[in-house]
Structures are given as structure tokens and as C-alpha cells.
Nanobody, 124 residues
Framework: QVQLVESGGGSVQAGGSLRLACVASGSTSHMAWFRQTPGKEREAVAAVSTGVGPNTYYDASVEGRFTISQDNAKNTAYLQMNSLKPEDTATYYC???????????????????WGQGTQVTVSS
């Protein structure tokens, strides 16, 4: 069992930046960020494999603006969010798994472990 704790959310004006962090209680094979707004499905933002590489994946809506990274020594994943837009407003969730092998990085069902979420609000 892995516990995940997110931090770094907050309120910012459009064009601003925020950095989210997700600390895992143990080692992981893959970590990802998803986001959700009320009444909508949870959607993928970015994912990273924590092995050699690493490999990163982004949803088209954030590519070029967001960067996912990981620090294996700290069991921590980060999401650097630049050029934020009002439509980025959501609760952001960290997700993780501990099994290598077949992996669909931007599919929520691939991750058995989830954090509680951190709110990001972008005003225009």
C-alpha cells in the first residue's frame, strides 16, 4: 500500500505558475497527475515512469506549459505548471502504481493509489 500526499496548490492569475508536489510513502514505478472539476470526468494531465529514462507523457491541453518530473530518492513527483489558464482550474490528484510492465500512462485505471487532491484556481 502506498500513500500519496499532494501539496502546492493555490490561487494564481492567468499566465502565472504553480508547482505541485506529490510525496509517496514508498517506491513507485509510475506516477501521474490527473485533474477534475465538478460534474466532469477525471482527466489525465501528465505521467512519468520512475525507472531509467524517465519517460514522460502529457495531455495535449497542457503540453508545452506543464512539466512532470520525479525525484526517486525522495519518492516525489512534481508538476511545474506555467502559463496557467482559467480552464486549468481544478482539483489536481496525484496517482501512482508499483508494477512495471504494460502501462497506459494517461489512463486512470492504471493507477491503484491516489492522493486526496489539491485545489488549483486560476483567475482571469
Amino acid at each position: 500500500q502506498v500513500q500519496l500526499v499532494e501539496s502546492g496548490g493555490g490561487s494564481v492569475q492567468a499566465g502565472g505558475s504553480l508547482r505541485l508536489a506529490c510525496v509517496a510513502s514508498g517506491s513507485t514505478s509510475h506516477m501521474a497527475w490527473f485533474r477534475q472539476t465538478p460534474g466532469k470526468e477525471r482527466e489525465a494531465v501528465a505521467a512519468v515512469s520512475t525507472g531509467v529514462g524517465p519517460n514522460t507523457y502529457y495531455d495535449a491541453s497542457v503540453e508545452g506549459r506543464f512539466t512532470i518530473s520525479q525525484d526517486n530518492a525522495k519518492n516525489t513527483a512534481y508538476l511545474q505548471m506555467n502559463s496557467l489558464k482559467p480552464e486549468d482550474t481544478a482539483t489536481y490528484y496525484c496517482a501512482a502504481r508499483q508494477r512495471y510492465g504494460s502501462w497506459m500512462p494517461l489512463v486512470a485505471l492504471n493507477y491503484p493509489y491516489w492522493g486526496q487532491g489539491t485545489q488549483v484556481t486560476v483567475s482571469s
